[in-house]
């Protein structure tokens, strides 16, 4: 039973949205892609949105492009260093020196594109779980070429649905995501609902060896399979416990995303009520307790 940082709380009230690991064929047709637009309105007056809320927990994507309704940003792949535990960093693959990569935040609707760099050694892709969109910008490997080192590609698609998903690498996968090739995607509705506050809570596991460092893959056996499971629980790209004060009757949502290669658990809240208001199939008609 895996706990998630608990809530010191009297009675606070949790909604939890969660995505999970496991691909599938999540693509929209051919030809999903293309601009939302931020001309709306009558006579082409600008569209006037409220602004997103703030997703405690990630460091979101700097938004290169002032059209409310595009998300532009820059993501590069490369070698670096992360604490995961205390004492020696750890040497990982991540997306912009980050663990989890960046949080890709947008709204139902909005057009993405994202400038992609693979500063690695090795090819790679990238694939946006969940989301249904375009086969030639959702990363397969049996569609679009792997991007080889020092190579750029740029996906450019439309996110039709509100949700939790996230994004990761699509080539190599079961050693790249274990390195640290993931990050969160969080789509709001037009009109979203409002809470004391919203978290995201990216979990993950990882073998590391004594000095902090990611064991060495073997060639059989679960690390070419179906994925190994690792020696310590990560939460949003740390190793350490920490815990969450949250004010007495706050109303707060949390978004929880397994990206682990093989690792399932159950999952436990301590100190407040916890109902569960949606999956990564989007909200569900009815929310239950968890």
């Known amino acids: 039973m895996a706990r998630i940082p608990h809530a010191l709380a009297a009675r606070s009230l949790i909604a ?16 999903g892609a293309g601009g939302a637009g931020g001309e709306g309105g009558a006579g082409g007056a600008p569209e006037v949105l409220e602004p997103l809320p703030d997703v405690l927990g990630a460091l979101a994507f700097e938004d290169l492009n002032d059209d409310p309704r595009v998300v532009e940003v820059e993501l590069v792949a490369r070698q670096s260093s992360w604490a995961i535990v205390d004492g020696e960093q750890t040497t990982v693959l991540a997306y912009n020196d980050q663990l989890p990569g960046p949080l890709l935040h947008a709204r139902v609707g909005d057009q993405v594109i994202v400038h992609f760099t693979n500063e690695l050694d090795e090819p790679t892709v990238i694939h946006w779980h969940g989301l249904r969109i375009s086969d030639q910008m959702d990363g ?11 190579e750029t590609f740029t996906y450019d698609f439309v996110v039709p649905d509100a949700g939790t998903f996230w994004y990761h690498t699509h080539f190599e996968q079961i050693e790249q995501l274990e390195r640290g090739l993931y990050g969160a995607i969080v789509v709001h509705e037009d009109a979203f609902p409002h809470f004391s506050a919203e978290r995201i809570f990216v979990a993950d596991d990882i073998r590391l060896t004594e000095d902090n460092q990611v064991a060495a893959f073997n060639n059989s056996g679960p690390d070419v399979g179906m994925g190994r499971v690792g020696n310590t629980l990560l939460v949003n790209g740390r190793g350490e416990p920490n815990e969450l004060a949250i004010p007495s009757g706050a ?15 159950g999952l436990q809240v301590e100190g407040a009520d916890v109902r569960v208001i ?13």
């Open 251 to 265: 109303i707060e949502r949390w978004r929880v995303v397994s990206s682990h290669n093989s690792l399932a658990y």
């Open 16 to 31: 939890l949205s969660t995505a999970l690991a496991a691909c599938g064929d999540d693509t929209a047709p051919a030809g």
């Open 278 to 290: 949606s999956t990564d199939g989007g909200l569900l008609p009815e929310p239950f307790e968890l």
């Open 140 to 150: 397969s490997p049996m569609i679009q070429d792997p991007v080889q080192p020092g």
